[in-house]
């Protein structure tokens, strides 16, 4: 089955202990990136890849650390996590065709994530 | 710095009636794709309806099509025979350019309008 995983679903931590959400797709895409929800704001990206060992930021990409090393994972790294970071966080992959995102956002289930 | 719009944050339809969800975006760019994305109290979101810009014609997806104005920046949702599970928050989104090589792959999506359904 086509999909996204996230790790952990569900999370509570504290003030500055470093935690890594986890996001694995099985549909070869090249394109994956990351989103927080807000009330209020919709989905803010935070960083994203066009392909392996390519990143780059989105718009609330403060706090946050990326890595692409393999086309399937794209680890959301929090090094010292803070309360205004308490979000709803989703990946998402895609195919890109000529650098441009034109395919369906395929989106995991979300991580919502509490910093204490 | 591009932007999407939207000015309704509550939108009520009565069931098999017909509603529409207003978006409005800002982009410099020429070519460019603009999504509709469902997210019912699951969580999960569900791509409802896309439309490639340089394409004229109006997308449409059974009972889901867009009324799509290029020079006005205008990008609504209709959905027609409203059901109860219509019932969701719904994300307008665009696709805009950025990084290093100006290349795609920066979504930017609007606040959101939550829809219910009465029946």
């Known amino acids: 089955e086509a999909q996204v995983t996230q790790n952990p679903r569900y999370l509570i931590t504290v003030t500055g202990k470093k935690l890594t959400v986890t996001c694995s797709q099985n549909?070869?895409?090249?394109?994956m990136s990351w989103y927080r929800q807000d009330p209020g704001l919709g989905l803010r990206q935070i960083y994203y890849?066009?392909?392996?060992?390519?990143?780059d930021k989105g718009d609330v990409p403060e706090g946050y650390k990326v890595s692409r090393k393999e086309k399937r994972n794209f680890p959301l790294i929090l090094e010292s996590p803070s309360p205004n970071q308490t979000s709803l966080y989703f990946c998402?992959?895609?195919?890109?065709?000529?650098?441009?995102?034109?395919?369906?956002?395929?989106f995991g289930e979300g991580s919502r994530l509490t910093v204490l | 710095a591009q932007t999407v719009t939207q000015s309704q944050p509550e939108m009520s339809v009565q069931e098999a009636e017909t509603v529409t969800l207003s978006c409005t975006y800002d982009?410099?760019?020429?070519?460019?794709?603009l999504f509709w994305y469902k997210q019912p109290p699951s969580r999960q979101m569900i791509l409802v309806i896309r439309q490639e810009a340089y394409k004229q014609q109006n997308a449409t997806e059974n009972r889901f099509s867009v009324n799509f104005q290029k020079a006005a920046k205008s990008f609504s949702l209709k959905i027609s025979d409203s059901q109860l599970g219509d019932a969701a928050m719904y994300f307008c989104?665009?696709?805009?350019?950025?990084?290093?090589?100006?290349?795609?792959?920066?979504?930017?999506f609007g606040q959101g309008t939550e829809l219910s359904v009465k029946p």
């Open positions: 989104a665009s696709e805009g350019a950025s990084g290093e090589y100006n290349q795609g792959g920066k979504l930017i």
């Open positions: 982009t410099s760019e020429s070519d460019y794709y």
């Open positions: 549909m070869n895409h090249e394109y």
């Open positions: 890849s066009m392909n392996v060992e390519v990143t």
């Open positions: 998402a992959s895609s195919l890109s065709r000529a650098g441009e995102l034109s395919g369906e956002l395929f």
